[in-house]
């Protein structure tokens, strides 16, 4: 079982940056178990569906973005912290929305939500215009 518990979300003006955390912890959880993981970030606006913005492989060395954040946002991730991360920059208002953390076990990574197996409870960023 993991838990991610993701941090950094709140209220800025367009334009504006920040960066969300997710820390990943289990009873027994170790490096070599975060490294087992794949994860992804999603968002939900109200009303509206879950939808992908970002995911990273095991190692770090594959990114992928949905088209609406890239070049806008970067995720990376530190397995020595076992914590991965969500820089957004020049942020809209439409990207107001709760930001979720997702990780896989599977062999690579994916943009669809059904392949996540564990979820985080969410943090909430709201960009004001």
């Known amino acids: 079982q993991v838990q991610l518990v993701e941090s950094g979300g709140g209220l800025v003006q367009a334009g504006d940056s920040l960066r969300l955390s997710c820390a990943a912890s289990g009873r027994t959880f170790t490096y070599y178990d975060f490294i087992k993981y794949q994860f992804g970030w999603f968002r939900q606006a109200p009303g509206k569906d879950r939808e992908f913005v970002a995911a990273?492989?095991?190692?770090?060395?594959?990114?992928y973005y949905a088209d609406s954040v890239k070049g806008r946002f970067a995720i990376s991730r530190d397995n020595a912290k076992n914590t991965v991360y969500l820089q957004m920059d020049t942020l809209k208002p439409e990207d107001t929305a709760v930001y979720y953390c997702?990780?896989?076990?599977?062999?690579?990574?994916?943009?669809?939500?059904?392949?996540?197996?564990?979820w985080g409870q969410g943090t909430q960023v709201t960009v004001s215009s």
């Open positions: 990273i492989s095991w190692s770090g060395s594959s990114t």
């Open positions: 997702a990780a896989t076990d599977a062999d690579r990574v994916y943009d669809a939500k059904e392949e996540y197996k564990y």
